[in-house]
């Protein structure tokens, strides 16, 4: 838009609801226009939505974001503005634009339940549908994926590294790259049992109690008075429970204080208590074991047994194994920046991938053949086998074959859902059967271990009929 003067005016720089649909490169307005424009817009393709290749600093992924992509795919469609603004700008042509006026996507989707484990060029999610409508879903598609994929397989790495050893890790959202990655990274939290609604948004959003692992005494408020003890016995004259920072000034300085107050409110016998004291600051790892040991002992010593002791700091999953392995006597950890950020590999080659394209009753089968970023074609499905309750499997293959327990399921047919929605807290018992049915050497968050995920024989020979096929044009 432009203002009276002439100059270019920005309506906001944030990433709203309204913005998802004309995010992607011109070239796929483009793209569809040309397929309309040559009597293409009633072949029927198949996209294939995966991952190609998997990090070092990952074991297997755990694939999130369905309900993003059904949510947003079921309504989605253009509005007058949107779409007269890439006519305008030569994007589209008429015929396209009269078909985005009226936009309803009419095709089918299979996909994995969202929390299943998931390897290398695996589809987690397959379209079927009128080739320009899915088409103009790509960046959505991969983004979506993308975010709350890496979200939950890093922070699943942290639930394993610490064996279950302490009572919660809870997940801050500060210092992510943004608001809605913020979101993203809670709801992934919130799904591998952090109690993660610490931000109000959240608990709103997902009807979920606000999560009382939190600091509600922190350094700012603190530091607002003379002394640190002033602010501890101001603070549980509000609130019947409180957790406290102890490391404001100093962390044996802090425990006295806290361990005085907690006195006081067992004489004053209203009901108020310490629930937690916080330490927020170590030079590393094994700093923070130390300081833990001393408060441990001096709440043991001063008869407060019932006080936890949270860590807060920049924690992730190797840092945690270390906590687990000394037996930090804590109650809680606090991760910040590490997690919010997948520090360690805060990326994920996901694609898009044509796969086959349908017109009335012939088939043409879609491939890429450039080394190192091959994909295969057809209608595919993904099978697993079990053995003694515990995955050893995968094979890709054709969706007819019967290669073991398929792990894409219709959940879309002609653009309507046929698949109930789970809530968070379906998925997440989701999410803890497939942690239960991981191989051991998955779980080890320290060596990469390869898992047994292949291509079908009969999709192979597709793949070579198709190989040949190209290489004599």
């Known amino acids: 838009m432009k203002n009276t003067k002439g100059e270019a005016k920005l309506l906001n720089h944030y990433f709203t609801p309204d913005d998802v649909r004309l995010f992607d490169y011109n070239q796929i307005f483009s793209v569809s226009s040309m397929w309309v424009e040559l009597g293409m817009e009633n072949i029927i393709a198949t996209y294939d939505l995966l991952v190609r290749g998997i990090s070092e600093h990952r074991n297997f992924l755990l694939f999130g974001g369905l309900e993003e992509i059904l949510e947003n795919i079921k309504n989605w469609k253009?509005?007058?503005?949107?779409?007269?603004?890439?006519?305008?700008?030569?994007?589209?042509?008429?015929?396209?634009?009269?078909?985005?006026?009226?936009?309803?996507?009419?095709?089918d989707i299979y996909a994995m339940k969202e929390g299943t484990a998931f390897f290398s060029n695996e589809p987690v999610v397959r379209l079927d549908g009128p080739i320009w409508q899915i088409n103009l879903f790509t960046f959505f598609l991969i983004n979506a994926l993308t975010s709350n994929t890496i979200f939950l397989s890093k922070i699943v790495r942290s639930v394993l590294a610490t064996q279950g050893k302490f009572e919660s890790i809870s997940c801050s959202v500060t210092r992510a790259h943004s608001n809605e990655s913020s979101l993203k990274f809670g709801r992934a939290a919130y799904l591998l049992g952090s109690p993660s609604a610490l931000v109000p948004t959240f608990a709103r959003k997902f009807n979920l109690?606000?999560?009382?692992?939190?600091?509600k005494a922190y350094h700012a408020f603190i530091k607002s008075f003379p002394t640190e003890i002033d602010a501890m016995r101001a603070a549980t004259s509000i609130f019947s429970k409180l957790d406290f920072m102890i490391d404001t000034y100093d962390v044996k300085q802090g425990?006295?204080?806290?361990?005085?107050?907690?006195?006081?409110?067992?004489?004053?016998?209203?009901?108020?208590?310490?629930?937690?004291?916080?330490?927020?600051?170590?030079?590393?790892?094994?700093?923070?074991?130390?300081?833990?040991?001393?408060?441990?002992?001096?709440?043991?010593?001063?008869?407060?047994?019932?006080?936890?002791?949270?860590?807060?700091g920049n924690f992730e999953e190797h840092k945690m194994h270390k906590l687990a392995e000394h037996n930090a006597p804590i109650k809680n950890v606090l991760a910040c920046t590490e997690l919010v950020t997948s520090a360690d590999y805060p990326k994920l080659e996901?694609?898009?991938?044509?796969?086959?394209?349908?017109?009335?009753?012939k088939i043409t089968y879609n491939a890429k053949l450039a080394p190192g970023k091959e994909s295969?074609?057809?209608?595919k499905q993904v099978f697993r086998k079990y053995k003694n309750g515990k995955m050893v499997k995968d094979t890709i293959g054709h969706e007819k074959e019967k290669?073991?327990?398929?792990?894409?399921?219709?959940?879309?047919?002609?653009?309507?859902?046929?698949?109930?929605?789970?809530?968070?807290?379906t998925i997440k018992h989701h999410v803890d059967q497939q942690i239960n049915?991981?191989?051991?050497?998955?779980?080890?968050?320290?060596?990469?271990?390869?898992?047994?995920?292949?291509?079908?024989?009969?999709?192979e020979r597709m793949m070579d009929a198709f190989r040949k096929r190209h290489s004599k044009m």
């Open 403 to 425: 290669l073991g327990a398929p792990l894409l399921r219709k959940v879309m047919s002609k653009g309507k859902l046929t698949y109930k929605l789970p809530n968070l807290d």
């Open 376 to 379: 295969y074609p057809a209608r």
């Open 255 to 312: 425990v006295q204080s806290a361990i005085t107050v907690a006195n006081e409110l067992k004489k004053e016998g209203k009901g108020h208590t310490i629930g937690c004291v916080v330490i927020d600051s170590g030079k590393d790892v094994y700093d923070f074991i130390r300081q833990a040991r001393y408060v441990r002992k001096e709440l043991d010593k001063a008869g407060l047994e019932k006080i936890g002791i949270t860590l807060a």
């Open 209 to 215: 109690p606000v999560s009382k692992v939190s600091t």
């Open 437 to 459: 049915l991981l191989p051991s050497r998955l779980k080890d968050v320290n060596k990469k271990h390869r898992y047994p995920a292949t291509i079908s024989p009969k999709l």
């Open 78 to 107: 253009y509005t007058k503005e949107e779409v007269d603004f890439l006519l305008k700008n030569e994007s589209i042509t008429p015929k396209m634009a009269k078909l985005m006026r009226n936009f309803k996507f009419s095709g």
């Open 350 to 361: 996901a694609v898009l991938k044509l796969a086959e394209m349908r017109d009335g009753s």
